[in-house]
Structure formats: structure tokens, C-alpha cells
């Protein structure tokens, strides 16, 4: 093989299940020059990894076909409803027809209602509908056998084969279009797993009012290129990811974010693509396209969800591996001993592998993409399992548990001062620092409507704060080091608070008029409001040990651990963190890591699931992360957990379903309880719970 290697991505149509899309990876593997090829049923969509100088698009195209599968691309389509297309639905329709005649047949006959109508029934008819109606089931079972596989469908082919050779031609006619209405409703069972993608996928507008020269064209929003200007109107979508240059507008975020109230947004703010405008025209700089976009971005990630399969469902491919021989093997049995061809048959026609074969995908799929409509992007089943299972939660503390950023938590006046006019000085001396705790009091003093001129004159202190000449005042502003530094005392009343804030986390600064302290403010690095409601909902979750883990000082760690009733380690290093990881899943413990994505990075890949959290438009973040919570909330953190939860109760509940169907249906054939056309019929009763089950996933909400 080369060394060029080139990725080529095709939709392929006509899977159903897990096996659909072994056979279909083994078939392009085996062509010269592909170095790797790997179907995600969930998108229907085959990616692979090719030498292009040796291998090329007709020849994969012609290995999904030789596997009994369509490459849909516009000349599929043109084939489907062509001349061959129109001739397999008219061989269908025939088939059928037959069938149901058959069936009233029969049915009159049980109910005595006729008397020996199947008898005069031509076996050239049924053996026509048998060839016409079984025959896309038939050549895929044939293919694969040519390549040496054994699909779920041979049982069934089996069992029609056994039904014709003792006669049955009318039961062999009706047990074909059974197996036609399972194959269908397996392909539906897929698809509306699909549905939360397919909603995704919707989300971006195919149309974008890109400005240009003081007017307005339509283009496609595929045709959009970094740059290009384009208008928004009320009501519509964002068509990609930009920077808001003119216009005002709230926008609806939360199909990226989960967030439930609009955003405001004014120029110089981010948007993304399949946000909502409301209230306003905004003007918008494409900054990223496409699949480059957030929502691009999304969309692959759910797409690619599926390649990373959950442990249990190794269950269902030991199951399906074992499984067809057994069943041959009971057939055999059912024979041997009881002499009894129609009991063997059935037992063929009922066992139903697919069943157990869906049971996690239909699952996964279809809570990977009903999780990332709210902004909570689930990276595979793996870690869906991971979060089902998981009972330690460990944390970082800056910019996860907290804001990231100092705020002004109290303001005490000192000497008779009162607490606007501290401060007011505070903000009028800091007014040209750019030091984040400056930021934090101006943002106070905005906040109480306190406006303030520029200082006449401005020094900042390093390590120590600020001077200025305000107002004909002399203020000083800064750290207990300062007052030290110019001989300012402190009243004992002052040094008693100080200390008080101190063993809360909180750092004090003092303001000082004239040589005199007036007043003491407390800064610290707030934790987010919801986080002790999300806490809550973890512990009840299962979530039994929760642990802070911070490069600050124990002081502060304490002071927030006991605030939130959790653990702690404080003064840590990247490395040291992934120590503590190791050694909590030493212990036993599955261990969620929660962090910003990027400096985290270390921590999240030592644990078994890594949360990375308010990472919209961070690509390095969405890529780090197993589970991506768009948002900032940490309620979007207790929801992950709760979707992990409730899809490993329902992937459990339908491989039940699957299993206890197959022992039962067998075990009634296989003592002649079942006739092959009863066997045949409810081929369709697993599919059909085991999609009612999943549905539950996209259409309500994750329940505890």
C-alpha cells in the first residue's frame, strides 16, 4: 500500500442491524488499498481509509453491492426508480397479494369457515410468490454465505426452504412476506432511533441572506466561506458560526447550549449555527462553515457515537455468535425426536437474532442524539454505560465550580464612612487598572448605579494595589501589605473581619482616604449558583463520594469543599490530580472528571468518564471531553447522569426482551405449539417492543 491515504465518506442503504454492518465493513476491508473501513449505522454512512492510487469510488461502490447493499448517491436513487426499482415493487406487490389470499385461506379453514380451500391452491403460484417476494432476503443470504458468513436471515431462509420441501407451498408464501414485514420493521426500528439526528441535521437553513454591496442575495448556506457577511432576520436560524457585526437581537441557543432563555446578543458577541433570532435583525461575519461549524461538529460526534460501543454490548455479540448454530442445532433436535419437519421449521422461523442484536444501538442512538438537543453531547455507549455506573465524581474548582473570575462579595465601612461611598473610592481609584480584581470592583460598583469620574492622578503598586488622587483625596487600594507598606493602622474590628473572610476563601482589600482606613472589601472567585442543587440531585443519583480537586491554597479549598460537603486536595499539580483518579479507581470506584476541557485535559483522559463543561465553539475542548455539557450549568451534569442511568435500565430491559422472546418463541415451537406461519408472523413482536422501549429515549424526559 502507498503511504497517500485519503478518507472517503458514502451513505449506504439497506442496513438494519449490527450485522448489516459487519458484513458491509469485511466486504470494502478486503479490497487492495483500504487501510480501514468503518460503517456508523446510525447515520447509515460508510467511512474509509483508502490508498487512492489503488483503490477508487466504484470499486468500494461495487463491494457495499456485492455485500447485498446500495451506495445511495443521486445514481442509486436514479436505479431505485427506474425500471428495476418499479419491477422489484411490482414482484412485491404480487407477493403479497398471494400471501394474504393464502392467509384467509388458512384462517377460514381454522375457523371452519372453508373447507379445504388451500388444496386447490396452484403450488406454481406460491412457489412464484416465494421466489419474487423472498428475493432481495434470499441474494443476501447467498452473498454472504459466498463469503463465507451466516446471517440472521439464513434461519428464516432455512425455514422456508424446509417449508417448501415438505409441501407447505401456501405456509412457505405467507412466512415470505412475514419475513419481508420484519426486515421492514427492523429498517423502521433503525431509522426512528435516527430521528433526534435526523432533527439535528435540520437545524441549520439551507438558505442564508448574505450581504454584499448595501443589499441582500440568497444563497445556499452550504455555499457560505469565512468572511461573508450575512443578514438574519426575526425568526430565523443562524445559517453558520460568526461574530455579531450590527443589529441587536435575543437570541435561542439552546439547540447548542441547552440553555432555556435567550441570549442577548450585540456586535462583537459570538453566535452559532441553528440558533434562533428573535426581536431583532442581527448582521452576522461567518467565522466557521459546515461541518466546521458547532453544529457541524455536533452532528459528527453524534454520528460517531455509536463506533464506541458500550461494554454490554459485547452481550449481544457473544449472543448473536453462538446463537444461529443453537438454533440449528434445536431445530435438529425438534426433529430427531419428535419426528415432527413442521416443528423444526418453526423453531427455524421464530428465532429472531436481530432482536438482541438492536437492543443497545436502537438505545445509544437514540439517547446520544435526544442528550445533544439539549446541549449534552454523550460520546458513545461506552460512556453512557460509564455514567450509569459511576459513584464518585471528582471536580476542579477555577472556572468549573466557580465563575473563573474574582467578584466583590462584601463591602464593609470603616470610621463612620458608608458602604456606596467605600465603594465609590475603590472604583474611582482602580478605574485605569487592568488587574481582575479592579475589574471585579468596577463591576460592583456598576451594578449599584455607582458612576464615577477618572482619577486625577493613577499609579498601580505591583504586589500591592493601587494609588490615586481622587476627588482631592489621596486613596490607596490593595492588600494588607500595602497598609503595612505606608503605616497605616488597622483597627481591631477590621483585622477580626479580615480573618473571618479568610477562613470562608474570601480575600480581603482595604481602602484607605487620606492616610486613614475607610473601608474593607471581600473578593473571591464565587462558586456558580446552581452547583449545590446539582450536587443534590447527584448524591441521589448514586453519586456517593464527591472530591474538589485545586492548584489554590487549603484555606480557600476547605472553605468551598465545606460549603458544597465535599472532599478535597488542595494545592495540586496536573499530574498530581491524575494520581488521585488512579488511585480512586483502584479502590473500585468509577470516576466522572469534570473540568473546562483544556487545562483539565490530563484528568479527563485518566477518567473513566471526562466532563468537560461551557465549551460551545471550543473545538480542543469538544474533542478532549468523553461527555460535552454546551452550557455552563452544572444541572446539565446531574441530566448526563440521569440519561447514562435511564438508557443502561432500558438497553437491559430490551435485551431481556429479545432473550426471553427466543427461549419462549423456541420452546413453544419446538413442542409443536407454534406453527411456522404463527412462528413467522411474530418475528415482528421483539423489533416491535424493543422500539417502543427505546422510543421512550427521544420523547420524554430522562426520569431518575
Not at 497605616?488 to 487620606?514: C, H, I, M, N, S
Not at 471550543?618 to 460535552?628: L, Q
Request: hydrophobic share 50%; glycine share 10%; aromatic share 4%.
Amino acid at each position: 500500500m502507498g503511504q497517500r491515504l485519503a478518507r472517503l465518506q458514502l451513505g449506504v442503504g439497506g442496513m438494519d442491524c449490527a450485522q448489516c454492518a459487519l458484513h458491509v465493513e469485511e466486504a470494502v476491508r478486503s479490497l487492495p488499498g483500504v487501510r480501514d473501513a468503518r460503517v456508523l449505522l446510525g447515520a447509515e454512512r460508510l467511512d474509509v481509509v483508502h490508498d487512492p492510487d489503488l483503490v477508487d469510488l466504484g470499486q468500494v461502490t461495487r463491494a457495499v453491492e456485492r455485500a447485498g447493499y446500495h451506495v445511495k448517491d443521486g445514481s442509486a436513487r436514479a436505479a431505485h426508480a427506474g425500471p428495476a426499482g418499479l419491477a422489484a415493487r411490482v414482484a412485491w406487490t404480487f407477493a403479497a397479494l398471494v400471501a394474504v389470499v393464502f392467509l384467509v385461506a388458512m384462517v377460514g379453514e381454522g375457523l371452519g369457515l372453508l373447507d379445504a380451500a388451500l388444496e386447490h391452491a396452484p403450488p406454481g403460484l406460491a412457489v412464484a410468490a416465494v421466489l419474487l417476494g423472498g428475493y432481495p432476503i434470499f441474494k443476501n443470504v447467498l452473498t454472504a454465505l459466498r463469503r463465507g458468513k451466516v446471517t440472521a436471515h439464513a434461519l428464516m431462509t432455512l425455514g422456508v426452504a424446509g417449508a417448501l420441501a415438505i409441501g407447505e407451498y401456501p405456509a412457505a408464501a405467507v412466512i415470505v412476506v412475514f419475513m419481508r414485514v420484519a426486515e421492514a420493521l427492523e429498517s423502521y426500528t433503525t431509522r426512528h432511533a435516527r430521528r433526534a439526528l435526523s432533527a439535528l441535521t435540520r437545524l441549520a437553513p439551507d438558505v442564508a441572506h448574505l450581504a454584499r454591496d448595501g443589499r441582500e442575495e440568497d444563497v445556499p448556506a452550504a455555499a457560505l466561506k469565512t468572511g461573508d457577511r450575512v443578514a438574519v432576520r426575526p425568526g430565523e436560524r443562524v445559517p453558520a458560526d460568526g461574530v455579531v457585526v450590527a443589529g441587536q437581537a435575543a437570541v435561542d441557543q439552546s439547540p447548542i447550549t441547552g440553555e432555556s432563555m435567550p441570549v442577548e446578543k450585540l456586535p462583537g458577541a459570538e453566535v452559532f449555527a441553528g440558533t434562533i433570532v428573535h426581536g431583532g435583525r442581527l448582521e452576522v461575519r461567518v467565522t466557521r462553515t459546515g461541518p466546521e461549524s458547532t453544529l457541524g461538529r455536533i452532528i459528527k460526534l453524534v454520528e460517531e457515537a455509536e463506533a464506541r460501543k458500550a461494554p454490554i454490548q459485547r452481550v449481544a455479540d457473544r449472543f448473536t455468535a453462538w446463537y444461529l448454530p443453537v438454533v440449528v442445532g434445536v431445530a435438529g433436535a425438534t426433529y430427531l425426536l419428535g419426528r415432527n419437519p413442521t416443528a423444526a421449521i418453526a423453531v427455524l422461523l421464530v428465532a429472531c437474532a436481530c432482536a438482541v442484536a438492536l437492543a443497545t444501538p436502537t438505545a445509544v442512538i437514540a439517547s446520544v442524539g435526544a442528550a445533544a438537543r439539549r446541549g449534552i453531547l454523550i460520546k458513545g455507549g461506552r460512556y453512557l454505560e460509564a455514567l450509569a455506573r459511576a459513584d464518585t465524581l471528582v471536580m476542579d474548582k477555577t472556572g468549573t465550580l466557580t465563575f473563573g473570575r474574582p467578584a466583590v462579595t462584601d463591602v464593609v465601612a470603616l470610621d463612620g464612612h458608608g458602604a456606596v461611598d467605600v465603594l465609590r473610592l475603590a472604583a474611582a481609584a482602580e478605574r485605569f487598572s487592568e488587574h481582575p480584581v479592579a475589574a471585579a470592583v468596577r463591576t460592583a460598583a456598576a451594578r449599584q448605579g455607582i458612576a464615577v469620574a477618572a482619577p486625577e492622578r493613577f499609579e498601580p503598586l505591583v504586589g500591592l494595589g493601587v494609588q490615586a488622587r481622587w476627588n482631592g483625596h489621596d486613596v490607596l487600594v490593595g492588600s494588607r501589605r500595602l497598609l503595612d507598606v505606608h503605616h497605616v493602622p488597622l483597627p481591631r474590628a477590621a483585622e477580626d473581619r479580615a480573618a473571618g473572610w479568610e477562613a470562608q476563601g474570601k480575600t480581603a482589600f482595604y481602602v484607605v482616604a487620606d492616610g486613614r482606613p475607610v473601608g474593607m472589601l471581600a473578593v473571591a472567585d464565587t462558586p456558580r449558583p446552581e452547583v449545590p442543587e446539582a450536587l443534590g440531585a447527584l448524591r441521589r443519583l448514586g453519586i456517593r463520594r464527591i472530591v474538589l480537586l485545586t492548584g489554590d491554597n487549603e484555606r480557600s479549598a476547605r472553605a468551598l469543599a465545606a460549603e458544597l460537603g465535599a472532599g478535597f486536595r488542595a494545592n495540586l499539580l496536573p499530574e498530581d490530580k491524575i494520581a488521585v483518579v488512579r488511585k480512586l479507581q483502584a479502590r473500585g470506584h468509577v470516576v466522572i472528571v469534570v473540568g473546562d476541557g483544556v487545562n483539565d485535559a490530563p484528568a479527563l483522559a485518566q477518567a473513566d468518564v471526562g466532563v468537560a463543561m461551557g465549551v460551545a465553539g471550543t473545538d480542543a475542548a469538544m474533542e478532549a471531553a468523553d461527555v460535552v455539557l454546551m452550557g455552563d450549568d452544572w444541572r446539565a451534569l446531574a441530566e448526563a447522569v440521569r440519561i447514562g442511568r435511564r438508557t443502561f435500565r432500558v438497553i437491559q430491559q430490551n435485551l431481556a426482551v429479545g432473550v426471553l422472546y427466543n427461549v419462549v418463541g423456541m420452546s413453544l415451537a419446538a413442542v409443536g405449539l407454534l406453527p411456522p406461519v404463527v412462528a413467522a408472523a411474530s418475528q415482528s413482536l421483539p423489533d416491535l417492543l424493543i422500539m417502543l422501549n427505546s422510543t421512550r429515549l427521544l420523547r420524554s424526559p430522562a426520569g431518575r
